[in-house]
């Protein structure tokens, strides 16, 4: 309690100064100064004791003729510091010199060695320094922060670390209007990480080396919080285990927090990369923009990657590994659309998975936010829809958990938690749990941005949600009930406290694949000539095309060409006007190869070529020919059926019970080119598919029938459907009643005005 109250103070202390910025600052504006300002007098207070020894060896060292990456090795080698500064000065000597304050501020911060000047830098704090020298605020507050006593000795490298993120978390709850593109709620974070070291045998293990890793790591809220509830010394799992953070960060400011939280921390800033997780191919810093970790693998992954961001400035960089490199590059399933990149983030995860324990690895497992796209967006066959597939048929899909909407600060849409993993308890093995999360929330005082509700934690009087949630995924039941009283939620107090709501499904893989086949039905046309039908015919494009001519720099030859076209259209529309009077009661011909006969005689008779395409303009619907239910129907030259395009459906069918998974299917990749046997598929469904057809469609359309080649594959994670229960709508005569007494109370209200 000493520790956590000696916390809060220093955090109030730091919020208070941050006073001294109002006027030439908004309160949105605080944090570019005093999260900065935080790190360089946390890393001042660090290097303290060992200032002196610092500045003698690098004087040495320089009187040497070293260079300065030289000087750099032989620094944090000789001296095992992992960064240090070479600098003059301290916060307390600036102090010394008000006028030169800002250059000798600027001085301060240059003499860090590269590896914290290069997160130091990406604050771009030197512009705010002249900013504050600028209002006479600089001395002020720098005066103010020296003050602050962040001596490890005081708050230990855990504890800052705690102090550190709590001011992010205020600061970026100030500045709501944009903290949701780099800050995820911490309630929902402490769920993912819950849920993910959840009977997990991995984590406990005595003395074990554990890697993390979030390619979208925003301010590291994620990895503090899994490393916190490894390791912290009075209630983490796993005190005795060494745990190794990783992150990627493209967003500038973003990645400089995360790195100073782990400078702060006393670990390696170099498991922090700087720029495009999916990348975009362009050289960047010395490096090409993706992958900052390209021959890591980890053992836990946490991400909130950005949902509904089209992804075409990396289209091209991703596009060329997923056909390049197939299954062997990060992208090899399929790709999404181009609104939305979600799902390419999990691909890459996926890929830096520890190998699986049957594979003679540890694993690995992966929580990731959502939103509702990647669990339905996407037809049969599509990248989406490709990328479910090949995650559930391998197994890897443990569970969905929805949570409720305006949890996040800069949306107020459903999110959903998927946890991912490749070392499956053997009770969820070919399982997915869903978990409703969705009524588990408390609705905030206060608004921040679309945050207008959390999920309990049990502090400040909410109920303990997140625990609860964690327990339903730990006991993996299917078809949980709670009482609307037993969720504890506050968002309407005038529900139905006994109404009772579904929490936990349990579902075989197979239960979210479905085999999308496409329904034919034949072409039935009847046949008149008319003057209207062949008007119809006058203004088809074959027909039009006959007086066109290619030979643009030949103006004799295309003259003639025009004269010819001119000559034939005349001799057709003269053998058809010569076929009218068969027709002149409306005759209407229904069988399609008796009226091809007529019209091959006809043309016969006056010497006029019928060739092919001629023959097909004049037999199609929209020209001599209509649809009618009631014509005979159309075969091609083998005599079979032919299909009419307009009458073509598609049906969703559940794959087979029992079915093994994986399913005997290709993925669409260059080397194909999207043409797939599916003859190994057919081979298992067929008959189930003819079955669904004789019980769900032929007893209405008779005449129907499957073009198997055309078979597709897809998965879809329905989560509303299978929590959705039927609610009957009230009698009509409550709410004929409950109308009546409105009515007579607005003319008792009027009578009122009126009187």
Known sequence: MKNLDSLKQHGDLIWSIANLLRGPYRPPQYRRVMIPLTVLRRLDCVLESRKDEVLALHKKLKAQGKDAETIEKIITHKLKLPFYNTSEFTF???????????????????????????????????????TLEDANRLFEVIKAVAAVDLHPATIPNIAMGYLFEDLVRRFNEQANEEAGDHFTPREVIKLMVNILFTHDDLVYEKSKVIRIYDPTCGTGGMLSESEKLIIDPDSGLNPSASVYLFGQEYNPESYAICGSDLMIKGEDVKNIAFGDTLGTGKSKEGFVDGDGHPNERFHYMLANPPFGV?????????????????????????????NDGALLFLLHMISKMERAPKDG?????????????????????????????????????????????????????????????????????????????????????????????????????????IAVLTRLYGEFQNDVRQRVAEVQTNVDVKRDQSKSLFVSKVFDNRDFGYLKITVERPLRLNFCVSDARIKRFRNTN????????????????????????????????????????????SQLVKNRAAFEAQLAAAFATAGVPLDAKLKDTLLSPGSLAERDPSADICHDKKGRPEPDPELRDTENVPLPPGIGLPLPLDYDSPKNKGKLDVEPLLALVQSHCEAYLAAEVLPYRPDAWIDHGKIKVGYEIPFNRHFYEYEAPRPLDEIAADITTLEQDIMAMLKEVTA
């Open 92 to 130: 307390q000597k600036l102090l010394g010199d008000p006028d030169k304050l800002a250059a000798n501020l600027a001085n301060f911060m240059a003499g860090f060695s590269s590896r914290a000047r290069k997160i130091i830098e990406k604050f771009k704090f030197e512009e705010e320094i002249q």
């Open 310 to 338: 089209e992804w075409k400035p990396e289209k091209d960089h991703v596009t060329q590994e997923h056909e390049k490199f197939g299954f062997k590059g990060r992208f090899g399933p399929g790709l999404p659309r181009i």
């Open 361 to 465: 690895g540890e694993g690995a497992r992966i929580a990731v936010v959502f939103n509702g796209s990647p669990l339905f967006t996407g037809d049969a066959g599509s990248g989406e829809s490709n990328i479910r597939r090949w995650i559930i048929e391998n197994d890897m899909l443990e569970a969905v958990i929805g949570l409720p909407d305006q949890l996040f600060y800069n949306t107020g849409i459903f999110t959903y938690v998927w946890i991912v993993t490749n070392r499956k308890r053997p009770e969820r093995a070919g399982k997915v749990q869903l978990i409703n999360g969705c009524d588990f929330a408390w609705k905030m005082k206060k608004s921040l941005g679309n945050k207008r509700k959390r999920i309990g934690d049990g502090t400040d009087g909410t109920p303990d949600h």
């Open 542 to 585: 074959f027909f039009a095309e006959l007086i066109l001519s290619n030979k643009r720099k030949d103006k004799a030859a295309m003259a003639a060409d025009v004269l010819e076209g001119k000559a034939l259209q005349s001799a057709i529309l003269a053998v058809l006007d010569g076929m009218k009077p068969a027709f002149s009661a």
